[in-house]
């Protein structure tokens, strides 16, 4: 474990020499990709999916491969999560799986690098049957580089015995209520930035400029995002207000119901139903009064699921049609039913009678409308690390309202410094 | 004033240092005892606001070494197993021969090998892993991750011979002369002579070279990709903390945890006592 120095050495030795010797066989099943035979009547794609999705995206393969009359189709899977491809495409593209998942905010990155096979087959079809939010994370430059299949943001998943649908459309009724057994009425993330940006996008300020791309601006400073910090500093010094909920506290405190109200997202659903039983509910995130009397909607940072196709493929025209059927409604809707993924879809996302079978997609979808699109420009990486500290100087009680301006300053000074290089 | 007995300020300062060992001994041993707990807790989720479980089961053990879909525990257990123990054999052999050429030959590159040496240690193994990944990909060997694997971890020991030639610096050349009279070769002298006398140092070298592969998380995630057949312990239990997963199964990671610690465990407790004598026979002389 040392050192692998003397390795490179030998092994860059052994390395021009395999270079003069012909390329011998690769193991059909275990190759990374491309083995599809010469003929244009076999193909072999390599597809990409998480490991909670593999039985699904098999399924949904096989019934792509029989309903292809023209080719005889043979995959080769691979367990990367949607969260992981940016890391494992970019390590090495030609060895990365022709079909992929990615989540929207690596979509800049995998496009700088050259991963993505731009999309020119039914392009008009997908931007019409998508949500435009989720066709627009996956553009670049006026061109398109995947197919959108899932939609996903954070809402509110409460307890109906101790809220009534009417008591959590607003968070100042939510905190005001006194509820035997609970010591905490609403629970929330607030130094992640992922969230803590609900209450600024609430107030109606904008990270990176109007459509989230302009890597120079962010208003959290401006009189708005004062507002949001002064409703803030209130907030964590609520008693009821749980300040720093992660998953695993959201999750203990709905089980032993200690808590009637967090913010999460829909991969905690299954568990928090089961410690909810029949009084398990879901809605979009609450109205705030800001400290001016003016009642905002809570705004959320989205992100999307998109299916790309590898810019080294030997086959593009059959990935793309792979990848178009990975994501065309029927796939979005069986995501839906069997992994409660909210879809892209029009379509589906309008169909209320579907959707309401599960509380947690219906919120999500709700919710998605006041949400802003995780932008994907290099600069974001930037934003996280001050969100943390601002929320953490918030909950330790070293932001007053006398230093807020100066603290927010701060904060969208390291947003913006410039990346170098 | 009284005048304090010597016995009295003795008691009073065993007192002072048992009291501190105590705490010192509870502090290490409560995230142990935690994991242990978690392991055999009825309850899932990763998070409880209360220490003792409320209900034990051993379905967090049974769960994680029969299932295989989403995790296939028992297959990534084998793997580690596997490259492990063959490139703890491969390594030890490379340490051990490279600490006898340096601690016992004389030649002229000698010292400038040392000095090479020396200085390729102070960089990071890590700093190479993707350097690594495109040769291994160049023999077209990443296809077995496994393979690639196990020559990585053989393939930069021979680094990490100081010790094991302090150890060999201690034998008395006097031996040696002695064997080369009677018409010893250098290896004979290498396997019956050398080897027999350094019994302490072979276990350490053992001990190290076991626990560098099986503890690896790096290598694995560079290498393992997507072949999830492939996958390493280390890199598979990291999986199961992801988000969609963690709550489901952070009591079986735990058990997972207990499992992995096992091999370690009882490694280190059967070689302990050569492994100080190892540690500090080579270090009288480096």
């Known amino acids: ?139 670049v430059n006026d061109e398109l580089y995947g197919y959108p299949y899932v939609s996903d943001t954070y809402f509110m998943y409460y307890d109906s015995s101790k809220f009534t649908e009417d008591e959590v459309k607003e968070l100042e009724k939510m905190l005001a209520k006194d509820i035997e057994g609970v010591k905490t009425n609403f629970a929330f993330d607030t130094d992640n930035g992922w969230y803590q940006a609900a209450f600024f996008f609430g107030a109606g300020c904008k990270l990176f400029g109007e459509d989230g791309t302009d890597p120079t601006k962010c208003d959290f400073n401006s009189d708005r995002g004062i507002l949001a910090g002064e409703y803030l500093i209130d907030l964590v010094k609520n008693s009821k207000y749980g300040v720093n909920f992660d998953d695993g506290m959201v999750k203990a405190g709905f089980a032993d119901g200690t808590l009637a109200a967090a913010v999460s997202g829909t991969w905690n659903a299954s568990e928090i139903e089961a410690s909810l039983g029949e009084n398990y509910a879901a809605a979009k995130l609450p109205m705030i009064t800001l400290p001016n009397g003016e009642k905002v909607q809570m705004g959320s940072m989205a992100n999307f699921k998109i299916m790309g196709v590898n810019s080294e493929t030997k086959h593009p025209l059959e990935a793309m049609a792979l990848a178009e059927w990975l994501t065309n409604y029927d796939n979005q809707l069986a995501r839906f039913n069997e992994r409660s993924y909210a879809p892209t879809n029009v379509k589906l996302a309008e169909d209320e009678n579907a959707l309401s079978s599960n509380p947690a997609v219906s919120a999500l979808t709700e919710q998605s409308q006041y949400a802003t699109v995780q932008t994907s420009i290099p600069q974001s990486g930037n934003f996280w690390t001050p969100a943390e500290a601002f929320g953490q100087d918030l909950t330790a009680g070293i932001i007053t309202r006398d230093n807020l301006k100066e603290k927010l300053d701060k904060y969208v000074e390291s947003v913006l410094s410039t990346l170098n290089g | 004033m009284a005048v304090k007995s010597y016995k009295a300020s003795q008691r009073a300062s065993d007192t002072a240092v048992y009291i501190l060992l105590t705490v010192l001994g509870i502090v290490w041993i409560l995230p142990l005892l935690w ?196 996958y390493t312990v280390a890199l598979g239990m990291f999986r199961m903390l992801e988000r969609e997963f963690i709550g489901t199964f952070y009591t079986q990671f735990a058990a997972g945890a207990v499992i992995v610690s096992i091999p370690i465990a009882s490694l280190f407790i059967s070689m302990q006592k050569y492994y100080v004598e190892g540690v500090t026979g080579g270090a009288v002389k480096g």
């Open chain 1, 1 to 139: 474990m040392n050192t692998k120095k003397i390795l490179s050495a030998v092994l860059s030795a052994a390395l021009s020499m395999s270079l003069f010797s012909a390329c011998t066989g690769r193991n059909e099943d275990t190759s990374q990709q491309n083995s599809g035979g010469a003929s244009s009547g076999n193909v072999t794609l390599t597809v990409w999916g998480s490991q909670e999705d593999q039985a699904l995206l098999k399924r949904m393969c096989e019934e792509f491969a029989a309903q292809s009359t023209d080719k005889k189709y043979s995959f080769v899977y691979g367990v990367v999560s949607e969260a992981d491809a940016k890391k494992e495409v970019l390590k090495d593209i030609s060895a990365a799986a022709d079909v992929f998942g990615f989540a929207s905010d690596q979509t800049a990155e995998l496009v700088s690098a050259g991963a993505l096979y731009r999309i020119t087959k039914d392009r008009d079809k997908i931007s019409a049957d998508n949500t435009v939010a989720s066709v627009n994370a996956a553009t």
């Open chain 2, 35 to 230: 994991i242990i707990l978690t392991s055999f807790r009825a309850e899932t989720g990763s998070y409880t606001n209360y220490f003792w479980p409320k209900g034990y089961t051993l379905n967090n053990y049974a769960n994680l070494l029969t299932q295989t879909e989403p995790f296939r525990f028992t297959k990534w257990f084998a793997n580690t197993l596997l490259v492990s123990v063959i490139s703890c054999a491969g390594s030890t052999f490379f340490v051990l021969c490279t600490a006898f050429v340096l601690s016992r030959l004389r030649f002229r590159m000698r010292k400038p090998i040392m000095n090479i040496i020396l200085v390729l240690g102070m960089f990071p193994g890590f700093m190479s892993m993707i350097a690594v990944y495109y040769i291994l990909k160049g023999l077209n060997l990443l296809s077995s991750p496994l393979v690639c694997l196990t020559l990585v971890y053989i393939a930069g020991a021979g680094l990490s011979y100081y010790i094991a030639k302090g150890f060999f610096d201690t034998i008395p050349r006097a031996l040696d002369e002695s064997a080369y009279l009677d018409g010893a070769t250098k290896a004979q002298i290498f396997f019956k002579i050398t080897l027999p006398l350094s019994k302490p140092i072979i276990v350490y070298t053992v001990l190290t070279s076991f626990i560098a592969p099986w503890v690896d998380y790096i290598f694995p995630s560079i290498i393992c990709g997507s072949d999830y057949d492939s």
